[in-house]
């Protein structure tokens, strides 16, 4: 069984960087391998060296006769050793402080999964965490190809922060294998770090609480319940699935943007498939409904847009009796509690979707509280700890250093796999360019049919303007509450709907999208002057036709293919000349680069 101990001091110094003959060593930030910011941090730890800290992060570790520290504020310590097989690993690390006390360190494993933080050791006196991690291929964010590297990542932060020793073991564990979406995933941060300003998944941090099980986090931004299983991250997941093993899933942020995915429609439908193979593999499922974004006021109180999810989750663990933490409910009433404002020191900077660090670890104590009041098995037996101290925006400062300039996360290689060789291919990789598609996803479907509602969300891309709520319910096959309604609501004040596309009252929401419907919308939304938008559907396909918005080639009732709507979208935006705007404000764009 694989057993290797490094002796950190004069026998392994910080100025052993890793290499692949070394096989071991503190990680070289001017030699990382990936194209892309999260490609990078794989191989950093889940950590990114801010461009403009080069210089300092040389100096940035140093030798002492207790190990190895950090004497840079805020800097992180990364140390990186491969392992020869897959699977789980004990790892134990011994923490000896000098003559200075160890203030505040946070210790971290894998892709910045939190182990313990606070922690604080007098001079002189040492200290040791023993926990288990666990190797297994993931899929990079923007890209389909899966990182097989078998690595243990060790890092830490916080003032005086050491490594004395690390010893590490093939070692057998039960394992928390993760499935869900950006908000549960494991988040990138620059260093140095600050908490506030640092993008954390929930899932991220619950490993704190375990400390005999091992968690494999295999959400990933952007997912959907169909997603994550067509995109690959499913079948990895249940390579290493074995009886006993506990599955927890959170979706419903991206799937109730997918018209065949509603909550009592194939959401749900797709909760009841994942339950079923992981009771057929003998492991224990746990349902758990998305978190909430940060509440929005309508008609004198608090709403949420995922209430409906939440429902789908609880009658999917009711009808097959599996447990059920409906962290959607804990999560909106605690961020009602403490009011909006009070609510965004939770989530990065201008975002209403996705957590800092600060975020994650009150979601991830939410988690264990239910665990805990459920009494769910296996996971109540494996609590080491059922409650950490509070740690809250206020326990460090919001000032957040500005940030150099990056590329953008649009700036890179088409990740699709099924549009090879496409007609289409040129327009939709400056649709993508310019932020009409999401790049956390493997599959375009470039010639499924476009939802009539769904279309308006890429619509109001490029077009770079905002929906608009509430929705006051013109149409009665759309509610107030659904993702797609806020766009409605702005086409009905804004005159892009023509009236002949609608009828009894009905917006046809979930319809196949027609070439002509597709270019009334594309046209009025050209027009400036919203008296210039009483155009007929004739008039609107002759000119998108005219302009290259479509091919002369299709009758006009025929269904318009997705590839040929991002195609057309982005001709419209050279014509308006809007290619280079920012995107809307009501965009969510998933914090990875």
Request: charged letters at 25%; one cysteine or more.
């Amino acid at each position: 069984m694989y057993t290797k101990t490094f002796t950190f001091g004069s026998a392994l110094s910080s100025s052993v960087l890793f290499t692949k003959e070394r096989s071991y060593g503190f990680v070289n930030q001017e030699q990382l391998e990936g194209k892309t910011k999260s490609e990078q941090a794989l191989f950093s730890g889940g950590w990114n060296l801010s461009s403009s800290a080069l210089e300092e992060w040389k100096s940035s570790l140093v030798t002492v006769p207790e190990g190895v520290k950090i004497q840079k504020e805020r800097f992180a310590m990364i140390f990186k050793a491969l392992v020869p097989e897959e699977g789980s690993y004990h790892i134990t690390v011994k923490i000896t402080a000098g003559s200075e006390e160890i203030h505040s360190m946070m210790l971290f494993s894998g892709r910045r999964n939190l182990i313990e933080r606070d922690i604080c050791i007098a001079p002189y006196q040492s200290y040791e965490k023993s926990f288990y991690v666990y190797i297994a291929p993931y899929i990079p964010a923007m890209t389909s190809i899966p990182c097989t590297e078998k690595a243990i990542y060790i890092s830490a932060a916080g003032k005086n922060a050491c490594f004395s020793e690390i010893r590490i073991e093939k070692a057998e564990s039960p394992v928390l294998f993760i499935a869900g979406d950006s908000t549960l995933t494991d988040q990138n941060a620059d260093f140095p770090y600050y908490p506030y300003g640092s993008c954390g998944g929930w899932a991220q941090v619950i490993s704190q609480y375990f400390s005999s099980m091992a968690v494999c986090n295999q959400a990933h931004s952007g997912m959907t319940t169909n997603c994550f299983r067509d995109d690959g991250h499913w079948a990895i997941l249940k390579e290493h699935l074995k009886k006993q093993d506990i599955v927890m899933l959170e979706f419903g942020h991206n799937d109730q943007k997918r018209r065949n995915l509603s909550a009592f429609g194939g959401y749900l439908n797709n909760l009841r498939w994942y339950i079923k193979e992981i009771l057929k593999a003998g492991a224990y499922p746990v349902i758990l409904s998305p978190i909430s974004r940060i509440p929005f006021e309508d008609r004198g109180r608090y709403c949420s847009l995922l209430t409906t999810y939440a429902q789908a989750c609880k009658m999917a663990a009711e009808e097959y009796q599996v447990p059920f933490i409906d962290l959607h409910t804990l999560t909106f009433h605690f961020f009602c509690k403490i009011g909006v404002e009070a609510a965004r020191d939770y989530f990065i900077t201008g975002d209403i979707t996705h957590t800092n660090d600060y975020g994650a670890n009150q979601i991830a104590s939410f988690v264990v509280s239910e665990i805990l009041r459920q009494s769910i098995e296996p996971l109540n037996s494996l609590l080491t700890f059922s409650e950490k101290k509070a740690y809250s925006p206020d326990s460090d400062t919001k000032e957040i250093p500005a940030k150099s300039a990056a590329s953008g996360m649009f700036s890179i290689e088409v990740p699709y796999v099924d549009i090879q060789g496409i007609l289409q291919y040129p327009m939709i990789k400056k649709a993508l360019e310019k932020g009409l598609l999401d790049p956390c996803v493997m599959h375009l479907h470039p010639k499924d049919d476009m939802p009539r509602a769904q279309f308006l969300m890429v619509l109001f891309k490029a077009l770079r303007i905002a929906g608009k709520r509430p929705y006051l319910g013109e149409f009665c096959d759309l509610s107030r509450y659904e993702w797609d309604s806020s766009y409605v609501q702005a086409c009905i004040e804004e005159n892009f709907i023509d009236p002949n596309t609608v009828s009894n009252g009905r917006f046809r929401p979930d319809d196949p999208l027609t070439r002509e419907e597709f270019a009334s919308f594309v046209i009025r939304g050209m027009k400036k002057n919203i008296l210039e938008r009483n155009l007929s559907l004739e008039e609107c396909l002759k000119q998108a036709v005219e302009n290259g918005i479509l091919s002369e080639k299709g009758e006009k009732q025929e269904r318009i293919c997705r590839a040929d709507c991002y195609a057309g979208l982005v001709r419209a935006m050279e014509i308006i000349g809007n290619l280079d705007m920012a995107l809307p404000s009501d965009t969510e764009v998933h914090p990875v680069g």
